[in-house]
């Protein structure tokens, strides 16, 4: 039976990448994926799901008042339809949700949607919010803080200072965000200071 997964990773742990690399499998195999992603992440161009490595692919856009399960159903009378992958799935909204658990339970294709869980206040997104309530199966990517210790919380950025309050959703890259552990997010500490770092190499 199909399911529905919820692969999630603070920033820069490989999500796109690991995306890009499903949908290859898939066609790779002769079968047909649909592919997509919100329209609140435009910065490498509308409908674009970019890798940090560099690799790209094109996606169909998922706004606000974008209906999936409509979506799935045009596409799947042009060519059957044997996975969903959704990138950026934290800026979906709560009907997003549903409809790509509808496709799961009553379609019967699996979805695989990717993205953050908590914003850079520690605190859920709606879209993940409601794929934590909804998911089937639910999936971490992991990626380390400065560190070495797993990182499990996103800071933001600014003029490079940690910054606690502001508008939940402002778009960005290794310019604005940082993963970090949970000891260093709570310290706020983005990096290992010039002091320490020639305090560990007399060890």
């Given at each position: 039976m199909a399911q529905l997964y919820y692969r999630y990773s603070t920033m820069n742990a490989g999500k796109s990448l690991e995306l890009i690399k499903v949908a290859y499998n898939y066609e790779e195999k002769g079968k047909h994926v649909l592919v997509l992603t919100s329209a609140v992440d435009d910065r490498y161009g509308?409908?674009?799901?970019?890798?940090r490595v560099g690799i790209q692919r094109d996606a169909l856009v998922i706004n606000d008042d974008t209906n999936i399960l409509q979506i799935?159903?045009?596409?799947?009378?042009?060519?059957?339809?044997?996975?969903?992958?959704?990138d950026e799935c934290q800026f979906l909204k709560k009907h997003h949700i549903q409809e790509?658990?509808?496709i799961v339970d009553s379609?019967?294709?699996?979805?695989?949607?990717?993205?953050?869980?908590?914003?850079f206040?520690?605190?859920?997104?709606?879209?993940?919010?409601?794929?934590?309530?909804?998911?089937?199966?639910?999936?971490?990517?992991?990626?380390?803080?400065w560190c070495g210790r797993k990182a499990t919380m996103v800071a933001r950025v600014q003029?490079?200072?940690?910054v606690r309050t502001g508008e939940q959703i402002v778009v960005g890259g290794n310019d604005m965000y940082v993963s970090l552990c949970r000891k260093h997010y709570n310290d706020g500490r983005l990096a290992e200071t010039e002091e320490i770092a020639n305090q560990m190499k007399m060890f």
């Amino acid at each position: 039976m199909a399911q529905l997964y919820y692969r999630y990773s603070t920033m820069n742990a490989g999500k796109s990448l690991e995306l890009i690399k499903v949908a290859y499998n898939y066609e790779e195999k002769g079968k047909h994926v649909l592919v997509l992603t919100s329209a609140v992440d435009d910065r490498y161009g509308e409908g674009k799901i970019t890798s940090r490595v560099g690799i790209q692919r094109d996606a169909l856009v998922i706004n606000d008042d974008t209906n999936i399960l409509q979506i799935f159903m045009e596409e799947n009378k042009k060519k059957k339809i044997d996975c969903v992958l959704v990138d950026e799935c934290q800026f979906l909204k709560k009907h997003h949700i549903q409809e790509l658990a509808e496709i799961v339970d009553s379609l019967n294709v699996p979805v695989l949607a990717y993205g953050l869980k908590n914003d850079f206040r520690n605190e859920l997104f709606e879209g993940s919010y409601y794929l934590l309530v909804y998911a089937d199966k639910i999936e971490e990517i992991k990626t380390i803080c400065w560190c070495g210790r797993k990182a499990t919380m996103v800071a933001r950025v600014q003029d490079g200072k940690f910054v606690r309050t502001g508008e939940q959703i402002v778009v960005g890259g290794n310019d604005m965000y940082v993963s970090l552990c949970r000891k260093h997010y709570n310290d706020g500490r983005l990096a290992e200071t010039e002091e320490i770092a020639n305090q560990m190499k007399m060890f």
